[in-house]
């Protein structure tokens, strides 16, 4: 199958959509004290990175240094938040395994591999941890949610969106991998499909910033 080249110049600039869409429902919506404040951070700090990684691919420019800082904000601020659900004995781990991502990030991209290639080592680590995180966050809101309309807590709503994102990044880094060597189309279509699983993970959390209500449960 062949690949319209105006395919891949238009699919990075459009995938700056549904991450400003949820960046301003969040900023309309979420309060500062908020749990959800530190999704509102991460739909800006990824819309940063989408104008940088954007600029710098229709000039045809190396942006994977862009991917590997960006995954540090990434799984720094989905731990704070999933963590923000509980107690601080608790909460302290998040500083642990943020540390230890951080730290694993930076030596696979400046020992082990070039910093401007794609490596899937730490992607894999993160997609492979937010999954097992998002499992335990249903049995959480399962717990916690006797006699409450759980399609209205914004909790179900942004994890629903990290385990679909991660799932599915999970098993599209496994095959790219593999294919990238083996077929130039094969691999822009992984591409794309990753862009489109990008796409749903931002509206799921658009929805998840809506239902934020206006009064924060406390942690447990």
């Given at each position: 199958?062949?690949?319209?080249?105006?395919i891949l110049?238009?699919?990075?600039?459009?995938?700056?959509?549904?991450?400003?869409f949820a960046m301003i429902v969040g900023l309309r919506k979420v309060?500062?004290?908020?749990?959800?404040?530190w999704i509102v951070v991460l739909t800006g700090i990824a819309c940063v990175s989408q104008i940088v990684s954007t600029i710098l691919w229709n000039k045809q420019m190396n942006n994977i240094?862009?991917?590997h800082i960006y995954s540090i904000l990434e799984f720094t601020l989905l731990i704070f938040y999933f963590t923000s659900y509980f107690t601080r004995n608790l909460?302290?781990?998040?500083?642990v395994l943020t540390t230890l991502f951080t730290c694993i990030v930076i030596v696979q991209a400046f020992v082990f591999h070039n910093p401007f290639e794609m490596n899937w080592v730490p992607r894999t680590i993160e997609s492979a941890v937010m999954i097992a995180i998002s499992l335990f966050m249903y049995g959480f809101i399962m717990k916690t949610s006797s006699g409450i309309n759980i399609w209205n807590q914004p909790l179900f709503w942004i994890n629903s969106a990290a385990l679909l994102y991660f799932s599915s990044n999970l098993l599209l880094f496994?095959?790219?991998s593999y294919v990238a060597q083996l077929s130039?189309?094969?691999?822009?279509?992984?591409?794309v499909m990753h862009v489109?699983?990008?796409?749903?993970?931002?509206?799921?959390?658009?929805i998840g910033l809506w239902k934020t209500p206006r009064i924060q449960p406390s942690s447990i």
């Open positions: 199958m062949h690949i319209d080249k105006d110049f238009y699919i990075p600039n459009l995938a700056f959509i549904p991450i400003a309060k500062f004290t908020a749990n959800e404040k240094l862009v991917s909460r302290k781990w998040a500083v496994y095959f790219s130039y189309n094969l691999n822009i279509t992984i591409w489109i699983f990008m796409t749903l993970y931002y509206l799921l959390i658009s």
